[in-house]
T-cell receptor, first 110, second 113 residues
Framework: EADIYQTPRYLVIGTGKKITLECSQT?????MYWYQQDPGMELHLIHY???????EKGDLSSESTVSRIRTEHFPLTLESARPSHTSQYLC?????????FGPGTRLTVL | GENVEQHPSTLSVQEGDSAVIKCTYS??????FPWYKQELGKGPQLIID?????GEKKDQRIAVTLNKTAKHFSLHITETQPEDSAVYFC????????????FGSGTKLNVKP
């Protein structure tokens, strides 16, 4: 079983707030990913990282930003949350071919 | 880029029956095909995977088949149990190209007791 953690698991906030979703893994994986999962359950890649100080935008445009200062940590930030940001956010990491997912953060913006 | 299509979107079977979920992909360079199971309130969990140099792989009640020529792969679950109820995702990846994963749209499997 993979050791990848996300906090908080659930977050309800008001419009305009700045939020950071935390993701950490203890496996020493170089590659990390953020996905947005819509109510229809499809997974959309929004950010990924090859390693420390490397970040790239994914296939789905997102107003969020990410950073990778440490191998084990890949936080996602929304500067000003809006109701359209309401979604499930999944973090993942991989070394080699296999990708492991965290439990997700369910974000609701009122 | 790669496009992965998954069918059906929902599947309802009786306990003990078999379930089959099918996926097609578009990029012949894809060489790694994992399957994930996502239960309510949890992240996707890898259940089985197959590489392009293998045609079939089995793990207890779960098997995956791959047809590279036709660019399709399938998940087979035999002797289904209520705890198999979940959303299943297929994915395709080119392992030597960063490892971006392209996911299917998911299949909601309901196993009726």
């Amino acid at each position: 079983e993979a050791d990848i953690y996300q906090t908080p698991r659930y977050l309800v906030i008001g419009t305009g707030k700045k939020i950071t979703l935390e993701c950490s893994q203890t496996m020493g994986h170089d590659k990390m990913y953020w996905y947005q999962q819509d109510p229809g359950m499809e997974l959309h890649l929004i950010h990924y990282s090859y390693g420390v100080n490397s970040t790239e935008k994914g296939d789905l445009s997102s107003e969020s930003t990410v950073s990778r200062i440490r191998t084990e940590h890949f936080p996602l930030t929304l500067e000003s949350a809006r109701p359209s940001h309401t979604s499930q956010y999944l973090c993942a990491s991989s070394r080699g071919d296999t990708q492991y997912f965290g439990p997700g953060t369910r974000l609701t913006v009122l | 880029g790669e496009n992965v299509e998954q069918h059906p979107s929902t599947l309802s079977v009786q306990e003990g029956d078999s379930a089959v979920i099918k996926c097609t992909y578009s990029d012949s360079a894809s060489n790694y095909f994992p399957w994930y199971k996502q239960e309510l309130g949890k992240g996707p969990q890898l259940i089985i995977d197959i590489r392009s140099n293998v045609g079939e792989k089995k793990d207890q009640r779960i098997a995956v088949t791959l047809n590279k020529t036709a660019k399709h792969f399938s998940l087979h679950i035999t002797e289904t149990q209520p705890e198999d109820s979940a959303v299943y995702f297929c994915a395709a990846s080119i392992t030597y190209n960063f490892n971006k994963f392209y996911f299917g749209s998911g299949t909601k499997l309901n196993v009726k007791p």
